[in-house]
């Protein structure tokens, strides 16, 4: 078996917060490390790999001046970069990752090795994130320390597969770090992705709900309003498929019929980017149905951690009606 990284022991809980486009920045991110939890964002979110680098040198400094004010370590942080052509800035953002020696690189879509070997340099890690065991296999081909398996129902271009299923599935060839995401959102939650085989959960949709992440106040208020099935699994926004708040799709006069066609939809110039369709119509995934409120990261921390520990308590304790097992 394969020794996991140290730093999953030092964590508070055996959570990373995932990274979202458009919601994610530095306030969140440091927020998560201080109060002993991964904190991540795609470097996306800014602009330009000049605005990247400041957010790097802003977490840096913070997490810097927080360990040196406390004499707590704080949790290691995490980018996410989007390894294809059509994304112009992974040169350059991946330098800047290197020169700002990030400890926790999480890839989406391709899984290279010279990037793998590139990060491993300076002592970094890399996660890919995967929906499908072929996926799988060719991150751990191409050296990855950790697979995030995105199972049914994540927020996101969530996968299909139940995440049961696929823990099984991908921990048959891969012993390294295996991260859960998918519907995570309460402290139980994350105690049963350890019982299912989970290193890590991979926490997205609940930090949405956060002040310090950058959703619009209706877009939260949209989270607490919904349940698992008002989730519509579309790939008529982004071309692949993904989760949204069925309510955002209504608001935005997409219909059920422009759904069906599972193509994506021809916006013309209002919505032609990427980034001006997810603005106005909101990703979540079905673990919205246990989001009832916004709150601060430190509090929802908090919540998390005791969630956690009475969720393995009563397991336990459940041992003793059975003791024929
Ligand atoms: C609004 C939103 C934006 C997301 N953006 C990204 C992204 O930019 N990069 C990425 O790798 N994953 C992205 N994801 C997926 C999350 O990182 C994570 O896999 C997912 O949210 C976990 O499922 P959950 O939302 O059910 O907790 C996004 C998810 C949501 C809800």
Redesign the pocket.
């Known amino acids: 078996m394969m020794p996991k990284p140290a730093f999953i022991k030092e964590l508070s809980l055996p959570v990373i917060a ?6 994610s920045g530095p306030q969140l991110v440091i927020e998560c490390c201080k109060n002993g939890i991964v904190g991540t964002f ?1 470097a ?1 979110n800014q602009r330009s790999s000049e605005g990247f680098e400041e957010w790097l040198i802003q977490i840096k400094s913070s997490l810097e001046q927080f360990e040196k004010e406390t004499g707590k370590k704080a949790a290691p942080f995490g980018v ?1 970069l ?1 390894v294809h052509p059509t994304n112009p800035r992974l040169e350059t953002d991946l330098k800047l990752c290197i020169k700002h020696k990030v400890p926790i690189i ?1 890839t ?1 879509l391709g899984a290279v090795s010279q990037l793998v070997d590139a990060v491993h340099s300076y002592g970094g890690l890399v996660f890919h ?1 995967i929906i499908k065991k072929r996926h799988a296999e060719k991150a751990a081909d191409a050296g990855v320390d950790g697979l ?1 398996l ?1 199972a049914a ?6 996968g299909t597969i139940n995440p049961m299923s696929l823990v099984a599935e991908i921990k048959s060839f891969f012993d390294k770090t295996i991260i859960l ?5 309460t402290g139980r939650d994350v105690a049963s992705a350890l019982q299912m085989g989970a290193d890590l959960a ?5 930090f ?1 709900n956060t002040s310090e992440s950058k959703a619009p106040k209706e877009y939260r208020e949209m989270i607490i309003n919904a349940g698992a099935s008002d989730i519509v699994y579309t790939a008529a926004i982004s071309g692949v498929h993904a ?1 949204f708040l069925g309510s955002s799709l209504a608001a935005a006069g997409i219909g059920e019929e422009d759904l069906k066609k599972d193509v994506k939809i021809d916006f013309g110039k209002e919505l032609d980017t990427e980034a001006k369709a ?1 603005k106005t119509i ?6 919205v149905t246990t989001i009832k409120n916004v709150s601060t990261v430190k509090d929802l921390i908090l919540k998390l951690k005791e969630e956690f520990k009475n969720a393995i308590q009563e397991q336990y304790a459940k041992l003793k009606d059975y003791p024929k097992a």
């Open positions: 995932a990274p979202l486009f458009l919601i795609p996306l996410n989007i999480i989406s994130d995030i995105v129902g994540a927020g996101g271009h969530g995401s998918g519907c995570i959102s991979y926490m997205g949709t609940r949405i989760n997810w909101w990703s979540a995934g079905q673990g």
